[in-house]
């Protein structure tokens, strides 16, 4: 079964750090883009980071450059984020899915790990 | 960056209702859309990719049309498990953007 289980996520305090990690099975992520997307309480989904197969390319949304990093370990068949300077505003559920590569799909999708910004 | 839009926001139908969806692009996107769905406290699920194909495993009640910056989900026959927030998404330039979300609710 093609699966991808989230692990990370946490209370952290303004300023503080965590990092995010996306454990696949049932297929090999070296062939595939890896994507990350959060949902803040109660919003709409917000696309995060892309990353390329072999991690020459990746892309994220302004509002994350420069305090996010997305870097995968293909061997261990695992795609992270990691996530510094965190703001009350970077609450939310986090999940990872593998982009489809003839369509730019996204699926499947993990279940998502809540991480928390407060003091 | 390329902004999208849904509408309408929420939609309130019947089993067995037609539903229709639109999503707009501030910008043309060929076909690089998909669409979403998501239940509460659940991942998304892919249902729609390239505007108009149909995920595998999605019931054929689904469809997608459009390109450019007009794109439209129908589902043709409401049925239960469709009570849902849709999400269109472009991934036709970065930044990625999703559309902000139709609830569709039991009237």
């Known amino acids: 079964e093609v699966q991808l289980v989230e692990s990370g996520g946490g209370l952290v305090q303004p300023g503080g750090s965590l990092r995010l990690s996306c454990a696949a099975s049932g297929f090999t992520i070296s062939s595939y883009w890896m994507t990350w997307v959060r949902q803040a309480p109660g919003k709409g989904l917000e696309w995060v980071a892309n990353i390329k197969p072999d991690a020459s390319e990746k892309y994220s949304v302004d509002s994350v450059k420069g305090r996010f990093t997305i870097s995968r370990d293909n061997a261990k068949n695992s795609v992270d984020l990691q996530m510094n300077s965190l703001r009350a505003e970077d609450t939310a559920v986090y999940f990872c899915?593998?982009?489809?590569?003839?369509?730019?799909?996204?699926?499947?999708w993990g279940q998502g790990t809540l991480v928390t910004v407060s003091s | 960056d390329i902004q999208m839009t849904q509408s309408p926001s929420s939609v309130s139908a019947s089993v067995g209702d037609r539903v229709t969806i639109t999503c707009r692009a501030s910008q043309g996107i060929s076909i690089w859309l998909a669409w979403y769905q998501q239940k509460p406290g659940k991942a998304p699920k892919l249902l729609i990719y390239?505007?108009?194909s149909l995920q595998t495993g999605v019931p054929s009640r689904f469809s997608g049309s459009g390109s450019g910056t007009d794109f439209t989900l129908t589902i043709s026959s409401l049925q239960p498990e469709d009570f849902a927030t849709y999400y269109c998404l472009q991934t036709n330039s970065y930044p990625l953007t999703f559309g902000p979300g139709t609830k569709v609710d039991i009237k």
């Open positions: 390239t505007a108009s």
């Open positions: 899915a593998r982009v489809v590569t003839s369509s730019r799909g996204f699926d499947p």
